[in-house]
């Protein structure tokens, strides 16, 4: 399993701690965020990230910005993103078996190492059901090609 993961300048420490956390179990990281403390934008890393998992250079992301919200936003906007902001592992766990999320995101600024680890556990662990699910998730990947 290879994980791509991205940061503003709010997430660098998060970052390392997840990234170590994810290596430690086995999974292979990729760094598309800053390793810089200074100010920078956030969704030039909710891009890069949502463009590796689409493209398949990666398998699933993860980003992590003060709150989780604009780099989720960000990769949203790249089509084939399923991206979900979570603040407690039980989102996550329904994020992936209900949505097939191929992004988490959650907030440096919201919550601690320890229960980061939490949220990404339950992701990484929970499968995808579908059946109705597909057909709900095929619903919301259509809107993508929908006119406005
Ligand atoms: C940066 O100050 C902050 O806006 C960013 O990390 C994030 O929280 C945005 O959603």
């Not at 991205?6 to 956390?21: L, Q, R, S």
């Not at 902001?85 to 440096?108: D, I, M």
């Amino acid at each position: 399993m290879r994980i791509g993961i991205g940061n503003d300048h709010a997430a660098i420490e998060m970052k390392n701690d997840v990234a170590a956390y994810l290596k430690e179990k086995g999974i292979e990281v990729v760094n598309y965020g800053t390793d810089e403390p200074v100010s920078c934008n956030y969704p030039e890393y909710g891009e890069k990230v949502g463009r590796a998992v689409v493209s398949g250079e990666v398998d699933l992301g993860i980003l992590i910005c003060g709150t989780g919200v604009g780099i989720s936003l960000a990769a949203n906007k790249v089509k084939g993103v399923r991206a979900v902001v979570c603040s407690e592992p039980y989102s996550a766990k329904l994020s992936r078996q209900h949505n097939n999320t191929n992004v988490l995101a959650f907030g440096a600024r919201v919550i601690g190492i320890e229960m980061a680890k939490m949220i990404i556990d339950e992701w990484l662990n929970a499968e995808f059901m579908g059946g109705r699910h597909q057909t709900r998730v095929d619903m919301i990947m259509a809107i993508e090609d929908k006119p406005c």
